[in-house]
């Protein structure tokens, strides 16, 4: 029997990269494909699966480029908002993402860029690099303590629910907006806001976790964040999205913030260089599952679905 064919449009950690040839017919894993190079090969070799990740952006007009023999159209993130899924059902494809594997790898990150920002990682790092050689004073390069604050969180899905379980350890105070309140056994002594609005006065530090939708698009705004306790941190582990940066940017030079710690932004890898400038902000490329183990199991999980769905039978997780 043949193995499916499938185009791989991004690299693959070398685990998953040399199982390839195991169960596929296969091109690319080893280099980054960009979009049209993917949809090239995938029209060429006819591919019945595609590969893609975050960082290819498949439009109604990309999917409609795509050969009839494609059967799915895998990513290898649990988020899939850089695919227009309602185009790609028209055409028949089935759509499927990496739910759950990357859970506790997201949420770890979100704790670290809470404690980073809090703690002025960034100007401690930098200071030591320069030498020190200085001595502080009592009053001097203090940070927020992180302990018992209270943490808001905005998008109570698995990856909140993470952080949630990791904050209680620090003794924080859990907060959350979400679309329905979760089960009691889940909340665990939470407390829920339907009103995002209503929540920011209560957070000393507010993590974002939601999806990228118009409704959250630049949800962190002018508005909102002067609704946060002054000298609040921000954390944003989700999308890059759900903020507007000058707006961003405006209230950690102001001081309404005190710091903020990020792993995404609006434009990915080209980011606003404006936040290397400013000393309150901790910056991390995109990393929030970047562990090898995490990374491996994303990969795998993906040609998981891309088998079954070749094979005949359904998708382990379709969106």
């Not at 690299?11 to 596929?24: H, I, K, M, N, Q």
């Not at 499927?96 to 997201?106: E, K």
């Not at 710690?261 to 995109?286: S, W, Y």
Request: with cysteine; glycine share 8%.
């Amino acid at each position: 029997m043949p193995k499916p064919r499938l185009i791989v449009a991004p690299s693959l950690p070398d685990s998953v990269f040399r199982g390839l040839a195991e169960r596929f017919e296969s091109q690319g894993g080893d280099v980054n494909l960009t979009v049209d190079e993917a949809i090239a090969a995938t029209i060429e070799r006819q591919a019945e699966a595609l590969l893609v990740s975050h960082r290819h952006k498949m439009t109604a007009d990309q999917i409609a480029k795509l050969p009839g023999s494609l059967k799915i159209l895998a990513t290898v993130t649990v988020g899939y908002d850089h695919i227009d899924v309602k185009a790609a059902r028209s055409r028949g494809l089935i759509v499927t993402n990496t739910p759950d594997v990357l859970t506790d790898c997201t949420a770890d990150m979100a704790l670290l860029l809470i404690l980073a920002a809090s703690r002025r990682a960034k100007e401690a790092e930098q200071l030591m690099r320069q030498g020190w050689r200085k001595n502080f004073g009592m009053g001097e390069f203090l940070g927020r303590q992180v302990s018992h604050k209270r943490l808001g969180i905005f998008g109570m899905g698995r990856i909140g629910q993470a952080v949630a379980a990791r904050a209680r350890g620090f003794g924080m105070e859990i907060l959350y907006c979400n679309r329905r309140p979760l089960a009691a056994e889940l909340e665990a002594g939470a407390r829920y806001f339907s009103d995002f609005r209503a929540m920011l006065p209560h957070c000393d530090i507010l993590s974002l976790h939601a999806p990228a939708t118009p409704e959250t698009d630049k949800i962190i705004n002018d508005e909102t964040l002067a609704l946060l306790p002054k000298g609040a941190v921000l954390v944003n582990t989700a999308r890059g999205q759900l903020v507007d940066e000058n707006a961003l940017i405006n209230a950690l030079q102001s001081g309404q913030l005190f710091a903020a710690g990020l792993d995404v932004f609006r434009q990915e890898p080209d980011f606003d260089k404006r936040f290397i400038e400013l000393p309150n902000v901790f910056l991390t490329p995109h990393i929030g599952s970047a562990t090898l183990e995490t990374r491996n199991a994303m990969g795998f999980r993906a040609l998981d679905n891309i088998e079954a769905v070749c094979a005949g039978k359904p998708a382990i997780d379709p969106v």
